[in-house]
């Protein structure tokens, strides 16, 4: 049985205190809304690209620890990086939390400590919003639902 | 008696209600959790089966089963007579003038549809109202909203006070001469507010307008009187009342009901079918199309007669305490608000943290074997009126105790450090 610490590690719980890029940036080139229906948590992801390159990704919103950490990590990881290396991240995330039998991909860097989250499948969805907010301004749609 | 000086719980409890006793009748109760003893707080979602409920379904597949009204061989008429057995004891439940009053449902959500659709949306014109308060249920705004979409009928909604509680005179300010119907949910179930019905529905008589009670919260906790009450219509849920989940029941007086169009068509609710025409049956009849859940309906009537074996006073008394020893003991935990705190209130205790998102709280006491609900309870204007996106809550059973509102309260202790 996993340890509520190894889900409640002390980086998350850093970042949940005091999340990183919690701004909107106006003007951004590319923004949407994520939505979880099923506990009503919301975070808006702002991003701006500049060619085919990640200059800076900020949100903002209201949810739980797991949410506001995920989120705040996913900023700090995506900055400087291209499109298909953003996209390549977030597949490798999402199999980190649902595929348990997956060795960790070294490109995941700090991501790689809500690992702990595959323990507790009620909770996958708050890590994912934020990457799905993402995934829906890239798209240039409006808004994403975790459902 | 007790007298006025004297808190009515504490003793008469210790007397009249062994909960230790009863505590052996939820098999569920002795498994663990992650390794803990279960402690389960969530009782207004769904509330846990006694034994007898469980072997009375199993006994009831496993001994009795046949279809019901339409056979003659001896296992369906056995059968039929313990079903329309479970009619007259949902009707001594709530105290009905007569069996013919009760129609067995999926659940309360299906009374309140059925009763919007056969009863309400026929009354209904563009620009009449529907009453009901901002603390009801999803299951009694949805179905009003819909025949509104369908009518252009309009919902006005008798605003919630800062303590969970409501105002008759907001509740009188609504009521107008384009209100044709009101609905309110009798128990909160996210706020565990007792609302004032009786008084409610006699203002609305007086205008003539028809009420219904959603009684889900309700009924495990207080005893009904329908008749005392005089409400039009009551809905309740199998499930929380220690019964199976998936049915239900309805009460309707006589005289609307027998005015009411069908709600389903199909086999049951027809006194004869030609393609010329089809003449429906009488209530209750004519609202239970199709084979219901028949051991579902059984397993009521047991669940039923064991709430009322054991005194719904001493079983509310018993409630009462857990309710007030745990708000007195959540009250101190620091950073902790109470949502929900009007007088008269049930076993609910609604409560967000400074510290921690209630989702945090969940998932930190599920790992100590504790069950309770994170989220908006099916009940999203709540939330958006007491500006919180989700609450943190713990609802108390006939089977909890004093020892594990001291567990609850431990374990929000733990997430207070984990997030300080
Ligand atoms: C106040 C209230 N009304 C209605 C319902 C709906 O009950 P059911 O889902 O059993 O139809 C519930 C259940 O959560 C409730 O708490």
Redesign the pocket.
């Known amino acids: 049985m996993s340890e509520l610490s190894d889900l409640y590690q002390e980086v998350i719980l850093d970042h949940n205190r005091k999340p990183r890029n919690f701004r909107a940036i106006d003007p951004c080139s590319h923004d949407a809304a994520g939505y979880n229906p099923l506990c009503g948590d919301q975070v808006h992801v702002y991003v701006n690209v500049e060619g085919d390159r990640i200059k800076e990704v900020g949100f903002q919103g209201e949810g739980c620890a797991i949410s506001t950490a995920s989120a705040s990590i996913m900023t700090e990881s995506l900055e400087g990086k291209t499109l298909a290396e953003a996209e390549a991240l977030f597949q490798s995330f999402h199999a980190l939390l649902v595929d348990s039998s997956r060795p960790l991909d070294a490109n995941l860097g700090k991501l790689a400590v809500l690992a702990g989250v595959r323990d507790y499948p009620s909770r996958v969805k708050c890590a994912t919003l934020a990457w799905h907010a993402l995934h829906a301004a890239l798209e240039g749609e409006s808004e994403a639902s975790s459902e | 008696m007790t007298t006025a000086e004297t808190h009515p719980l504490a003793t008469e409890t210790a007397t009249r209600f062994d909960v230790d006793r009863v505590r052996e009748d939820f098999p569920i109760l002795n498994r663990q959790v992650h390794g803990k003893p279960l402690v389960y707080l969530d009782s207004?979602?769904?509330a846990q089966k006694p034994t007898v409920v469980i072997e009375a379904v199993a006994a009831c597949y496993r001994e009795d089963y046949a279809n019901i009204h339409r056979g003659v061989h001896m296992l369906s008429e056995h059968l039929t007579t313990q079903y329309e057995a479970v009619r007259e004891e949902v009707r001594s439940f709530l105290n009905a003038a007569s069996e013919k009053e009760i129609v067995f449902t999926?659940?309360?959500?299906?009374?309140?549809n059925l009763v919007a659709s056969s009863f309400v949306r026929p009354r209904l014109r563009a620009g009449d109202e529907i009453i009901v308060t901002g603390m009801?249920?999803?299951?009694?705004i949805v179905p009003w909203q819909m025949l509104g979409e369908e009518t252009g009928a309009v919902l006005k909604v008798v605003p919630v006070q800062d303590d969970g509680s409501i105002r008759l005179e907001d509740f009188e300010a609504l009521l107008s001469e384009r209100t044709r119907f009101v609905s309110v949910?009798?128990?909160?179930?996210?706020l565990g507010t007792i609302n004032p019905v009786r008084e409610m529905i006699a203002l609305a008589h007086e205008r003539d307008v028809p009420v219904l009670l959603?009684?889900?919260?309700a009924v495990p906790h207080m005893s009904v009187d329908v008749q005392a009450l005089d409400c039009d219509f009551y809905?309740?849920?199998?499930?929380?009342i220690y019964g199976p989940?998936?049915v239900?029941a309805l009460y309707g007086k006589s005289r609307w009901l027998k005015e009411m169009p069908p709600y389903h068509g199909g086999g049951d609710m027809i006194r004869s079918v030609s393609f010329e025409k089809t003449e429906y049956a009488d209530p209750p009849q004519r609202f239970e199309a199709g084979t219901p859940n028949i051991c579902g309906v059984i397993g009521m009537g047991v669940a039923i007669r064991y709430l009322r074996s054991l005194g719904l006073e001493a079983v509310a008394a018993h409630e009462h305490d857990l309710l007030v020893y745990a708000t007195e003991r959540l009250s101190q935990i620091p950073g902790l608000r109470l949502l929900g705190t009007a007088p008269e209130k049930a076993g609910v205790v609604s409560f967000i943290m400074d510290c921690a998102h209630p989702h945090d709280i969940g998932t930190i006491l599920d790992r100590s074997g504790i069950a309770i609900r994170a989220g908006h309870?099916?009940?999203q204007p709540v939330m958006q009126r007491f500006q919180v996106p989700a609450t943190a809550r713990a609802s108390f059973g006939l089977y909890n105790t004093r020892a594990e509102v001291d567990k609850l309260v431990e374990a929000l202790e733990k997430v207070r450090k984990l997030f300080a």
């Open positions: 207004a979602a769904s999926r659940g309360a959500t299906e009374g309140v009801e249920h999803h299951s009694n949910v009798h128990v909160s179930n996210a959603d009684g889900a919260q809905v309740f849920s199998g499930h929380k989940s998936g239900g309870h099916c009940a």
